[in-house]
Structures are given as structure tokens and as C-alpha cells.
């Protein structure tokens, strides 16, 4: 007899080639897996990764935010299609587009995201080249729950990288985007188990299980 608990049914939302939606993808083949991905959608019709997820055999939706006269409209038809595919948890990943307050509401706990930065440091876009204009050492990437202002949420997991004196704005991106594939499926695998408490805005993880090392950098 089964008695695992039913699979979370997650939306992943996309604008562009989707690596992140990749790796969750991939992770969630696993049969001990918490979550199934039931649709990958999209603001941008020619989002390379929508080819990818269809090719695998996962439903793909395609809304283009152009189309819709505003971004309320936009929003209801987003929150529509993620009621018709039955989500219970949408996963944003790389979806770059503002949501409305209402949008947000609605998926209130229910909505997680991606950031490439130690939030709340280096909030928004062009995160790699602050980082870089900053001089700060380390960086990393960050899993939140989402909440109307933009990259805020509680804090589901990071993971921290060294920055080098030598790092282009790309380079920085790609050890950053390494990390990001390897933290989202962990936490969007602690998330769909329900190992989180959120209280006060504050994510708790039910136990404490970062293995206590320090990342330094420069390391002497
Ligand atoms: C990722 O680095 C993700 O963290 C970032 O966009 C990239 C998408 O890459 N998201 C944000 O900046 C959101 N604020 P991907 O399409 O290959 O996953």
C-alpha cells in the first residue's frame, strides 16, 4: 500500500530558456519527489524553454502579455489558466514580469520564486553587474515565497558563491545559475513536503540542517 502523500501539482512560470524550469523538471522525475509538474507557461510565446517542457510531454500555456489591453487583465487570465491545470504551488522561474497585488493574494503561500541574488541584497534586475559595481565577495541565489513588492518574500533557501576579481558580468552569472539549479529543486522539494512554517514573514525550516560551514572569500 502507497502511503506516501499525494504529489503537489506545480505550475512553473517562464519568459525565456527556462533552465531553472529545467532543473525542477528533472528533479521532479524522481518517484520520491514531492511535487509533479503539471504545466509550464509563459508571457512570452517564443520562450525557448516552452519547446523544451512540450517536448517532454508537459502541458505548456502561452499568454502573451501583449495581448491583453492591461496588466489586471493579464493577471486574471494567468490566475485562470493556473486554476485550469489544477496547480496547488506556482513556481516562478525566471518569469519576468511585474504581478499584481491581486495575483500575488491569491497564490498567497502558494507562490515561490528565484532570485540570482543573497536577498534582500541586490533586489531587481541587472543583478550581476551591481554585484560586480559593489565589490562584494560572495553572492548567491535566493528562494522566496513571493509577496507583492518585488523580490520580497520569506526566505526558503540560499546559496552563497565567491565572487573574483576576474568575474565578467556573464561568468558570475553562470556559477550563479549553477547554485540556482541545484537550490530550487531542494527547496521547492522542502516546500511541496510542508517542512516550512511561515510565521511574521519568516520562513522556518522545521529543522536546522545547513552543515554549519563558512564560505570565505578571499580565503587566506
Ligand atoms: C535566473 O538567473 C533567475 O534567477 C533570474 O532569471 C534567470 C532565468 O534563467 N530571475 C530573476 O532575475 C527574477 N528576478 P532561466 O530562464 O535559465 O531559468
Known amino acids: 500500500m502507497n502511503t506516501a502523500a499525494p504529489k503537489k501539482r506545480v505550475a512553473i512560470l517562464i519568459s525565456g530558456r527556462g533552465s531553472n524550469m529545467m532543473s525542477l523538471v528533472q528533479a521532479a522525475c524522481a518517484p520520491d519527489y514531492p511535487a509533479e509538474i503539471v504545466a509550464v507557461l509563459s508571457n512570452r510565446p517564443k520562450a525557448t524553454g516552452l519547446i523544451w517542457a512540450r517536448d517532454q510531454g508537459i502541458e505548456t500555456?502561452?499568454?502573451?502579455?501583449?495581448?491583453?489591453?492591461?496588466?489586471?487583465c493579464f493577471d486574471q487570465a494567468l490566475h485562470e489558466a493556473l486554476e485550469a491545470v489544477g496547480a496547488e504551488i506556482v513556481a516562478c522561474a525566471g518569469f519576468m514580469r511585474l504581478m499584481?497585488?491581486?495575483?500575488?493574494?491569491?497564490?498567497?503561500?502558494?507562490?515561490?520564486?528565484i532570485h540570482p541574488?543573497?536577498?534582500p541584497a541586490f533586489k531587481g534586475l541587472n543583478t550581476h553587474d551591481r554585484v560586480l559595481a559593489a565589490g562584494v565577495r560572495i553572492t548567491g541565489c535566493t528562494v522566496h515565497v513571493v509577496r507583492p513588492e518585488m523580490d520580497t518574500g520569506p526566505i526558503l533557501g540560499q546559496a552563497a558563491v565567491p565572487v573574483f576579481n576576474s568575474d565578467?558580468?556573464?561568468?558570475?552569472?553562470?556559477?550563479?545559475?549553477?547554485?540556482?539549479?541545484?537550490?530550487?529543486?531542494?527547496?521547492?522539494?522542502?516546500?511541496?513536503?510542508?517542512?516550512?512554517?511561515i510565521n511574521q514573514e519568516v520562513?522556518?525550516?522545521?529543522?536546522?540542517?545547513?552543515?554549519?560551514s563558512i564560505l570565505l572569500s578571499p580565503k587566506v
Open 61 to 72: 500555456i502561452s499568454l502573451d502579455h501583449q495581448g491583453f489591453e492591461s496588466r489586471v
Open 117 to 119: 541574488s543573497l536577498l
Open 203 to 212: 520562513a522556518h525550516f522545521k529543522e536546522d540542517c545547513a552543515d554549519g
Open 100 to 113: 499584481t497585488p491581486k495575483l500575488v493574494k491569491r497564490w498567497h503561500n502558494r507562490m515561490v520564486n
Open 168 to 197: 565578467t558580468t556573464e561568468v558570475l552569472a553562470e556559477r550563479v545559475l549553477t547554485a540556482e539549479h541545484r537550490l530550487y529543486p531542494q527547496i521547492l522539494s522542502l516546500f511541496a513536503a510542508e517542512r516550512y512554517d
